[in-house]
Each structure stands twice: as structure tokens, then as C-alpha cells.
């Protein structure tokens, strides 16, 4: 099975950064695709980020130009940095895994980001 573990979130002002970090363990290869989504309440979960191995990266429309997404595949690691924060970015991130041995999706518990104003 595969294990993801997220850390990173808190609380931030308008316009603040923070990095989020996912460190994946199991069964996983360096060309599973990665990823972040946030669900902020009374919503659906979105897509924030995802990084495929290999392959270009693909951002929200709302996070692009302020958010990057990288990988470390040797520590079986993703991040996310999150610059010029909005409060509407205010939600909880998750860390997202797409098994290429298991043929499924892995995710992490969560983390919350909140962005004051």
C-alpha cells in the first residue's frame, strides 16, 4: 500500500507563503503522477497542482503564477509552494498519489491552510 503524510499548513496573513510537503512510502515509483487538491467547506474537493512524472506540470486557474509545485523523487516527496496568499485559498490541502502498481488513488489526511485578512 502506499502512505502519504502532509505537513506544512497553518495560519497565514494575505499575501503570506507557505510550503506544503507530502512524503509518500510503499510500493511507489518515480513516474506516479502527484499532487495537491483543497476542498475549502461547502465545497467540492478541486485540483489545485499535479505533477506527472516526466511531464509538465498543470495548475488551477486561481493559483497560477502564485503557486509552484515540485518534486524530490529521491525522498519520495512533493511540495507546494504557495506564495501571495489569498483568503480565498483558505482550505484544507490534500496530498493526492496515482498508483501505477496499484491502479488507484492514495490520499493524504489533509492539512489546513487559513489565510487571514
Known amino acids: 500500500q502506499v502512505q502519504l503524510v502532509e505537513s506544512g499548513g497553518g495560519l497565514v496573513q494575505a499575501g503570506g507563503s507557505l510550503r506544503l510537503s507530502c512524503a509518500a512510502s510503499g510500493r511507489i515509483f518515480s513516474y506516479d503522477a502527484m499532487g495537491w487538491y483543497r476542498q475549502a467547506p461547502g465545497k467540492q474537493r478541486e485540483l489545485v497542482a499535479r505533477i506527472p512524472n516526466g511531464g509538465d506540470t498543470n495548475y488551477a486557474d486561481s493559483v497560477k503564477g502564485r503557486f509552484t509545485i515540485s518534486r524530490d523523487n529521491a525522498k519520495n516527496t512533493v511540495y507546494l509552494q504557495m506564495n501571495s496568499l489569498k483568503p480565498e485559498d483558505t482550505a484544507v490541502y490534500y496530498c493526492?498519489?496515482?498508483?501505477?502498481?496499484?491502479?488507484?488513488?492514495?490520499w493524504g489526511q489533509g492539512t489546513q491552510v487559513t489565510v487571514s485578512t
Open positions: 493526492n498519489l496515482r498508483s501505477s502498481w496499484y491502479q488507484r488513488d492514495y
